[in-house]
């Protein structure tokens, strides 16, 4: 096996990060990144799987006898965002940029395959998986649908983001609830418009919508367990009034996030209760709709001990010296964002960790640009858990 040159890796990784944050792709339009992506699997000698799911990309690299197999998974896919960015690879897409560092996360597990492929290390199966549609939900159940478990079995997986704020070259993740679920609501409240001089005349919904706004946030106070973790959002208002016409109809939209279950249907029972005793008291009519859109993503806690050995094994071996001690961490508390990774997590053991990203602007900001000085912590990172898991005998 031949040992690669770690910086011309990085070189290569940062040319390939920077291609495709210029040629951003929304989910299940990302043909050119699903090509890119096979072509280089292909170069670096993998079996290469294309359109699973739709635009998934799914290498596979054999070393050894073992029967093994473990699958690491980076997304693909860019944000309906206008970037404000200057760089020289700025989108070339207007109104579409990676906001969220999945160019960083395609190239990491790129540099992976490409540094697995070369100089090996383990014996058994790794899935490359390169996901599409993970910022609206639906990329990781589209493969599974298209059978990727049985068509590239894998026992467990493991996932890496970037965190703006965490330093570079730092790891974090924690064992158990980790990224919450997220669900939509939409209630449509329904009456009869008429004359702004004349409410009486009719049945004007928007007093009844601000004041169901304002009931809605009653659900987590009053209503959900202090021990429990919920978050109820109402995002939009909108009326079909003008200037010196009442609406006769409200549109109120809105996100909860939690991470059991039980506190998510509790949330609904909640809000389906709350609208229509709102909507009765004044004498409208009321449309509930209620969505799950992410599952609550559970990190096992055998594999957070894992990866955080895999990490503290990373920044041993760092150049920079970055005290390993140091910069891997046990998260102290689940966030409460939501992420596709989790749907995976339903079917196989899995672990998902934060990787740091620096001084950057925030996640889904017109600023954000992925931190290139990260590139080959995460390649590093993901060929350790490889090693580790699929240990040579």
């Not at 799987?49 to 739709?54: M, Q, T």
């Not at 993740?173 to 980790?178: L, N, Q």
């Not at 919904?205 to 659900?219: E, F, P, R, S």
Request: hydrophobic fraction near 45%.
């Amino acid at each position: 096996m031949a040992k690669l040159d770690q910086q011309a890796l990085h070189r290569e990784m940062t040319a390939w990060r920077r291609d495709l944050h210029a040629h951003p792709e929304f989910g299940l339009e990302e043909k050119r990144t699903a090509a890119f992506v096979a072509e280089k699997l292909r170069a670096f000698g993998l079996e290469v799987a294309e359109s699973v799911g739709g635009t998934g990309v799914v290498g596979t690299l054999t070393r050894g006898s073992g029967n093994r197999s473990i699958a690491l998974r980076a997304d693909m896919d860019a944000l309906r965002i206008a970037e404000q960015g200057t760089q020289a690879w700025r989108s070339q897409t207007p109104g579409t940029m990676h906001a969220c560092g999945h160019d960083g996360h395609t190239s990491m597990l790129l540099g992976a395959a490409k540094l697995l492929a070369s100089e090996g290390g383990f014996d058994g199966t790794v899935r490359f998986i390169f996901q599409p549609a993970e910022e609206w939900g639906r990329g990781a159940l589209a493969m599974l649908d298209d059978g990727l478990l049985e068509r590239f079995p894998f026992e467990e997986i493991f996932g890496l983001h970037n965190m703006p704020g965490l330093p570079i070259g730092h790891f974090e993740t924690r064992s158990g609830p980790v990224m919450s679920a997220e669900d939509n609501f939409e209630i449509v409240l329904k009456g009869f418009g008429g004359h702004a001089a004349r409410p009486h005349a009719g049945q004007e919904t928007l007093v009844a919508a601000c004041a169901l706004v304002v009931n809605l946030q009653t659900i987590v106070s009053r209503r959900l367990s202090p021990a429990d973790i919920g978050v109820v959002s109402v995002t939009e208002l909108i009326a079909d009034g003008t200037r010196n016409a009442l609406p006769g109809m409200a549109r109120i939209l809105g996100d909860c996030r939690s991470f059991r279950p039980e506190v998510s249907a509790a949330i609904e029972n909640e809000m389906r209760r709350i609208a229509e005793g709102t909507a009765q008291a004044y004498n409208v009519a009321a449309e509930i709709t209620y969505t799950r859109e992410f599952v609550s993503l559970i990190n096992d806690a055998a594999l957070v001990d894992e990866a955080l050995a895999a990490a503290r094994t990373v920044l041993a071996d760092d150049a920079a010296g970055i005290a390993a001690d140091d910069a891997v961490r046990i998260a102290a508390e689940p966030m409460t964002a939501s992420e596709d990774f989790a749907r995976f997590l339903d079917h196989v053991p899995g672990c998902f960790v934060f990787m740091g990203n620096g001084s950057s602007a925030p996640l889904h900001n017109p600023a954000y640009d992925f931190n290139d000085d990260g590139l080959l912590h995460g390649a590093r990172f993901h060929a350790a858990i490889v090693r580790r898991r699929l240990a040579m005998g």
